[in-house]
C-alpha cells in the first residue's frame, strides 16, 4: 500500500531498494506537478511570471515530450508518439509556445498518457537487465546511458520543473507549498 501526503502524492519508500526508491522519487515528483497544474483553466495554464515566457501550459507539454523522448525513444529507441511524430523541430521550443493553442484538457491528458506510456517502458525495461540496462539509442559518442543515470536525470528534470511551477502557480492564484 502507497502512503499518500496531504496533496494525493505518494511518499517515496522509507527503506526501499534502489529501484523502488529512485521509483517512489520520480513518482513523487511528477505528483507535486500533477498538483501544482490541477484544476486551473486556460488562463490559469498560460500565466507567465516577470519576462519570462514560460507557462504551466508549456510545463505540461515539455515534459510529456520528454518522458516520451527519454523512455520511449532513448531507452527503447522507438519511434515518436504523437503529437511528437509531427513536429518540425526546426522550431526547438514547439513544445513550450504550442501549448497556448490546446485546451487544458488536451495538456493534461498528453502528459498523463506519456506518464502512463513511461510506467510501461520502465517496467519493461527492469525485466531486461533493471537499472543497468542500457538505453537503446546512443549519443554521438556511442555511449549509452543506463536506465538508472536517465531516473536520476527524470528527477533532476521534474525538481527543477517543479521549482519553476511554484512560482508559476502561486502567480495565478496564491497556492503555495512544498
Given at each position: 500500500m502507497t502512503d499518500l501526503d496531504e496533496q494525493g502524492?505518494?511518499?517515496?519508500p522509507l527503506a526501499g531498494d534502489e529501484t523502488a526508491t529512485l521509483l517512489g522519487f520520480l513518482d513523487f515528483q511528477r505528483a507535486t506537478f500533477a498538483w501544482k497544474?490541477?484544476?486551473?483553466?486556460?488562463?490559469?495554464l498560460s500565466a507567465t511570471v516577470g519576462t519570462s515566457s514560460m507557462t504551466l501550459g508549456g510545463l505540461l507539454k515539455h515534459l510529456g515530450y520528454v518522458e516520451d523522448h527519454w523512455f520511449g525513444r532513448r531507452l527503447?529507441?522507438?519511434d515518436p508518439q504523437p503529437p511528437w511524430d509531427t513536429v518540425d523541430w526546426q522550431d526547438p521550443v514547439w513544445d513550450w509556445h504550442s501549448?497556448?493553442?490546446d485546451a487544458p484538457e488536451q495538456l493534461h491528458a498528453l502528459w498523463q498518457d506519456a506518464v502512463a506510456r513511461s510506467?510501461?517502458?520502465?517496467a519493461e525495461a527492469l525485466a531486461d537487465g533493471g537499472l543497468e540496462r542500457l538505453a537503446r539509442q546512443a549519443w554521438?559518442?556511442?555511449n549509452s546511458p543506463s536506465l538508472r543515470w536517465i531516473v536520476v536525470h527524470m528527477i533532476e528534470e521534474y525538481a527543477r520543473h517543479n521549482g519553476h511551477a511554484d512560482l508559476l502557480r502561486e502567480s495565478v492564484d496564491g497556492l503555495t507549498g512544498e
Open positions: 502524492r505518494p511518499e517515496p497544474c490541477g484544476g486551473l483553466d486556460a488562463a490559469g527503447h529507441g522507438r501549448a497556448a493553442e510506467h510501461s517502458l520502465i554521438p559518442d556511442g
